[in-house]
């Protein structure tokens, strides 16, 4: 097999595996079902004495899935991330990166995406590649420890002050695009690298 499209979801998978044969010619794509990787369940997470860095694991739902990629990324030739237009889409593609990083060396590696699964936007992604965007893995990767800092914090005082409800204070992206938008002289120092 020459080239490996990879999508978030396995109905996707086919109608782009459709569209891409006429560009790619020998062409195989598969469904990798959103983040291959997160932030360990039970724990923070994060180091928050080493500049906040997130400590991921692989899902263990997802584990299943690495391994049966695994053979298909080894045999590809070029490797293109389809995973959706938006900076979690964008993570995802980085979290696989990271992942298959042994399988992929030597490969040629693209990131594509399309806002719609025509015909005509997924034959011009393909013709037109790119690099990952790490500003978008930045800010994904940014939302999320923010998510866990606040929801490992807060949480526990807010259900001793609300008994009997299941409540959760995590998803602060409005908070947390605040607090990076006021901390002007500070950079995250997150392993970004390609």
Known sequence: MKNLVIVESPTKARLVGRYAKPVLGDVVTRACFGHLRDLPEGELGIDVA???????????????????????????????????????????????????????????????????ITEKAVQHSLKNPRQLDLALVQAAVSRRVMDRMVGYIISPKLWKGVKGKDLSAGRVQTAALRLLVEQKSSEVSVEFEL
Do not use: C, M
Not at 59 to 84: G, W
């Open 50 to 116: 080493n500049d906040f860095f997130p400590k991921y694991e692989v899902i263990a739902s997802r584990k299943k899935i690495i391994e049966e990629l695994r053979p298909q990324v080894r045999k590809a030739e070029t490797i293109y991330l389809a995973t959706d237009p938006d900076r979690e889409g964008e993570a995802v593609a980085w979290h696989f990166y990271h992942v298959f990083k042994p399988e992929l060396k030597g490969k040629k590696l693209h990131r594509v995406f399309f806002r719609e």
